[in-house]
């Protein structure tokens, strides 16, 4: 088993609708969970952190955390094809600032 | 502006050859990683370092070395024992290292075996 799980699509929206990017985890130690949106040929940027347990929103992103089921979630309002891009998530579960990531998921959102 | 920087953004080795790729950082941070990025795959971790004159091995550092000799520069060395080098190699580091820090990249280096 993977330690950071995601699937690695496309995963295909149209414009305004509401994407729903998942990722789960192994090791329920994990403290800090991260969200990269990485464009083709460029380095991933931080979109989104959560520690806690529940919703954090920030605009049109907005992140889940439900540590019980090992599940981190990032839920993309009022997609844009702007948003088109891969998705990485990353969870950090040592005291090194280590942070495992996932394959990615490719996001398409289509005018 | 503070940021990371690394260089060259295009590399190209040939068989049998050491190539040493640059990263500098002028954000204060005490952390620093290099990561691997094969294409669909997500990042993978080669070495990183969390003082100066200190660094452990990540998940795959075989075929690799690096230095931390400055706070601000972290180079990493792919030798010929690395048997499938060409990747996107991405330098990253954070302020601190607990689990609550955040990681900032530079651009990147494609490395090309011809």
């Known amino acids: 088993q993977k330690e950071v799980e995601q699937n690695s699509g496309p995963l295909s929206v149209p414009e305004g609708a509401i994407a729903s990017l998942n990722c789960t985890y192994s090791?329920?130690?994990?403290?800090?969970f991260f969200w990269y949106r990485q464009y083709s040929g460029k380095s991933p940027e931080l979109i989104m952190f959560?520690?806690?347990?529940g919703d954090k929103e920030d605009g049109r992103f907005t992140a889940q955390l439900n540590k019980a089921s090992q599940y981190v979630s990032l839920l993309i309002r009022d997609s844009q094809p702007s948003d088109s891009a891969t998705y990485l998530c990353a969870v950090s579960t040592s005291n090194t600032g280590k942070l495992i990531f996932g394959q990615g998921t490719t996001l398409q959102v289509k005018p | 502006d503070g940021g990371i920087t690394q260089s060259p953004k295009y590399l190209f080795r040939k068989e049998g050859q050491n190539v040493t790729l640059s990263c500098e950082q002028n954000l204060n941070h005490d952390a620093m990683y290099w990561y691997r990025q094969d294409p669909g795959q997500g990042l993978r971790l080669i070495y990183y370092?969390?003082?100066?004159?200190?660094?452990q091995k990540g998940d795959i550092a075989e075929g690799y070395s690096v230095s931390r000799e400055k706070k601000e520069s972290f180079p990493l060395t792919v030798t010929s024992a690395q048997k499938n080098p060409t990747a996107f190699y991405l330098c990253?580091?954070?302020?601190?290292?607990?689990?609550?820090?955040?990681?900032?990249f530079g651009q990147g280096t494609r490395l090309t075996v011809v």
């Open positions: 090791d329920r130690g994990s403290q800090s």
């Open positions: 990253a580091s954070t302020k601190g290292t607990v689990d609550t820090a955040e990681a900032f």
């Open positions: 370092s969390q003082i100066v004159n200190d660094f």
């Open positions: 959560i520690y806690s347990n």
